[in-house]
């Protein structure tokens, strides 16, 4: 079993980056296919991004282009580089696993996109 810490959110004006960090514990991490989701304020949560150590990233039509996943298996840190916000970015983003598993679910770190 693993579990997860989001940070590095914060409030950021439209065209700016923001990079989230996942910090996670547990035992073989790197056989987890990682996901970060984010949840707006009376919308459904999504998935942004997912990553697989061996086969590489996937991402919603929504941020790609903008975001890149990343992660570090020695350190089972797994991290969202955002680019070019965007307002619609506004979200609690958190990561898990991909499929995402519900007892995992962490507190999040939330994004605020605005001028």
């Known amino acids: 079993q693993v579990q997860f810490v989001e940070s590095g959110g914060g409030l950021v004006q439209p065209g700016e980056s923001l990079r989230l960090s996942c910090a996670a514990s547990g035992s073989i991490f790197s056989l987890y296919v990682m996901g970060w989701y984010r949840q707006a304020p009376g919308k459904t949560r999504e998935l942004v991004a997912s990553?697989?150590?061996?086969?590489?990233?996937n991402y919603a039509d929504s941020v790609k282009g903008r975001f890149t996943i990343s992660r570090d298996n020695a350190k089972k840190m797994v991290f969202l580089q955002m680019n070019s916000a965007k307002p619609e970015d506004t979200a609690v983003y958190y990561c898990?696993?991909?499929?995402?598993?519900?007892?995992?679910w962490g507190q999040g770190t939330q994004v605020t996109v605005s001028s």
């Open positions: 898990n696993t991909r499929p995402e598993r519900i007892q995992l």
């Open positions: 990553i697989d150590s061996l086969y590489g990233t």
